[in-house]
Nanobody, 125 residues
Framework: VQLQASGGGSVQAGGSLRLSCAVSARTFNDLIVAWFRQAPGKEREFVAALRWSGGGSFYADSVKGRFTISRDNAKKTGNLQMNNVKPEDTAVYYC???????????????????WGQGTLVTVSS
């Protein structure tokens, strides 16, 4: 599996940004695409995830109602639409993939063997 994240940049608080993750994989059956983020001096944390073949999407409480994860099956991209961003959303955002995770493990970064290179999002107040 190879992942290529893009779409980061600088935005003012209250604005929007869309991240994209190009996924190259032999199979998309049971694939899970997730976004994590890491702010300076902090641990990498879960943001959102979805099951590629359907079956729900998952969000961290801190982004629920503001961020939306989706996938474009034709383009083979996983996307994160970030609306009403806040300065505390500033971080390097990473896309990651795994296979066949139960809901209780989807937020666990140690369950994702494949990672993209990260894209920086900076939110100014």
């Amino acid at each position: 599996v190879q992942l290529q994240a893009s779409g980061g940049g600088s935005v003012q608080a209250g604005g929007s940004l869309r991240l994209s993750c190009a996924v190259s994989a032999r199979t998309f059956n049971d694939l899970i695409v997730a976004w994590f983020r890491q702010a300076p001096g902090k641990e990498r944390e879960f943001v959102a995830a979805l099951r590629w073949s359907g079956g729900g999407s998952f969000y961290a409480d801190s982004v629920k109602g503001r961020f939306t994860i989706s996938r474009d099956n034709a383009k083979k991209t996983g996307n994160l639409q970030m609306n009403n961003v806040k300065p505390e959303d500033t971080a390097v955002y990473y896309c990651a993939t795994s296979y066949r995770l139960i809901a209780g493990l989807i937020h666990r970064k140690d369950r994702y063997p494949y990672w993209g290179q990260g894209t920086l999002v900076t939110v100014s107040s």
